[in-house]
């Protein structure tokens, strides 16, 4: 479900995991990263959840976890503001 | 998931959930440094630098089926949201042959939409079972 990670001084982020986007007709330049964005942007209900991978901490471990990993079982992802806080 | 790292996470759960869960928190704890997974789901403040509140069901296929979005200081209601999920993991055992009314909890009656229920969700589905616990 999820790979551990070697633990050095380096901070891995989160991000994006390319989907494949549908090139059935190719815009060119600066449209093609404005389309991109917007299309990437969208979340709506019935469409696909945006694939990302990203490092965390699971059970005593340091692990990177992909969202698609999951395909095949309920995912419910929350997102907070911040660790040691109130609410 | 939030902008702290994977450090910071291990301290929280060793330092504090731990002592609110036994064992600690059973799932991922995920690191979204700079808020890039954040930004695609729409829930990262650029301003101030940390993710809302933002809580996604996504089902076996990775559709989302439902989402909430709540500003910093209102915490969420964990018991709705586990209302929902079960709401959505029986719409999809039972494939879409029923659904779930307004108030609608495991064990309460469910809808069954078609021709014959237009015009007579009132005879089968009262108000009161939008208020019900």
């Known amino acids: ?87 | 998931m939030s902008v702290d790292s994977m450090f910071v996470h291990k301290m929280w759960d060793e330092e504090e959930l731990s002592k609110m869960v036994d064992g600690g928190i059973p799932f991922p704890m995920l690191s979204d440094a700079g808020g890039r997974v954040g930004t695609l789901y729409g829930v990262y403040d650029n301003e101030a630098g940390v993710e809302t509140r933002g809580r996604f069901i996504i089902d076996p296929d990775g559709v989302i089926q439902g989402y909430e979005v709540l500003t910093p200081p209102v915490g969420r209601n964990v018991a709705e949201s586990l209302r929902q999920l079960q709401a959505f993991q029986l719409i999809r055992a039972k494939k879409g042959a029923e659904a779930t009314p307004s108030g609608w909890k495991p064990g309460k009656a469910t809808l069954r939409p078609g021709p014959d229920l237009v015009g007579k969700v009132w005879e089968v589905w009262k108000v009161d079972q939008a208020f019900e616990d």
Request: aromatic share 12%.
């Open chain 1, 1 to 87: 479900m999820s790979e551990e990670l070697n633990v050095s001084c380096a901070r891995p982020i989160g991000s994006e995991v390319d989907q494949g986007i549908d090139d059935s007709f190719v815009i060119e330049g600066a449209e093609a990263s404005k389309a991109k964005k917007e299309e990437t942007t969208m979340i709506m209900v019935g469409r696909k959840a945006p694939d990302f991978s990203a490092p965390g901490y699971h059970d005593g471990k340091f692990v990177n976890v992909k969202l698609s990993d999951f395909q095949g079982k309920w995912v419910v992802l929350c997102f907070y503001p911040g660790d040691f806080t109130f609410v």
